[in-house]
């Protein structure tokens, strides 16, 4: 296992398109998390999972993004109509229940979108 | 609502200088507070955490609930030190970091 993996790692589209980001966590890490990251900005919080259910969302997460994690594994991030204000890294983060050390999220390497 | 507040974008230094970065939070409950790492073209990864209160690579973070500041010191700075530091809480009974903006260390040779 080499830790959380995202794909694509880079997304270019057109404003008004949708795209959907897939994140593959650290196999047995039950809690799931996502992040954006803008330029000159530390990550800010999206959404959160613990094994397939969405416990938490950030009012950032506006009715044009959903995220799903199905079957308590890899998770998508979901974005409709995307803007040129969506432009940003999209981090996936995982972290086990068992063992779990407070505040350790493993990261992703992070999907880049830029919308033109 | 919580918030993290690191004051300083960018800190240049020279090599054997003492580094100092700040953290203030904002947050009316016990937070836990953490410091993360991200060096070039490397993921984002946990540094230290209060409730350790442990040395990790010669940094050490001490946290002053009085000034509710969580500051990360390190007394010789090194070039491998180079770096985007982020420093993030977590309030009581969650599992969410909340992050601040960072602050990119610049070690000079």
């Known amino acids: 296992d080499t830790g959380v993996s995202q794909d694509p790692r880079h997304k270019i589209t057109k404003r008004g398109q949708n795209v959907t980001f897939r994140c593959d966590p650290i196999?047995?890490?039950?809690?799931l998390y996502w992040y954006r990251q803008t330029l000159g900005q530390g990550p800010e919080f999206l959404t959160y999972f613990q094994n397939e259910a969405q416990l938490e969302k950030s009012r950032l997460l506006s009715d044009r993004f959903s995220a799903e994690r199905p079957k308590g594994s890899f998770s998508t991030l979901e974005i409709q109509r995307t803007e040129q204000g969506d432009s940003a890294m999209y981090l996936c983060a995982s972290s086990p229940t068992s063992g779990y050390v407070a505040g350790e999220l493993f990261f992703g390497e992070g999907s880049r979108l830029t919308v033109l | 609502a919580q918030r993290v507040t690191q004051p300083e974008k960018l800190l240049s230094v020279f090599k054997g200088a003492p580094v100092e970065l700040k953290c203030n939070y904002s947050?009316?409950?016990?937070?836990?507070l953490f410091w993360y790492v991200q060096y070039s073209r490397q993921r984002l990864q946990l540094l230290l955490r209060h409730i350790s209160r442990e040395s990790i690579k010669g940094f050490t973070a001490d946290l002053n609930k009085g000034e509710t500041s969580f500051h990360l010191k390190k007394p010789f700075a090194q070039e491998e030190d180079s770096a985007m530091y982020y420093c993030a809480l977590i309030k009581g009974g969650s599992y969410i970091p909340t992050f601040g903006r960072g602050t990119s260390l610049i070690v000079h040779p």
């Open positions: 196999s047995e890490h039950n809690r």
């Open positions: 947050y009316s409950g016990s937070p836990e």
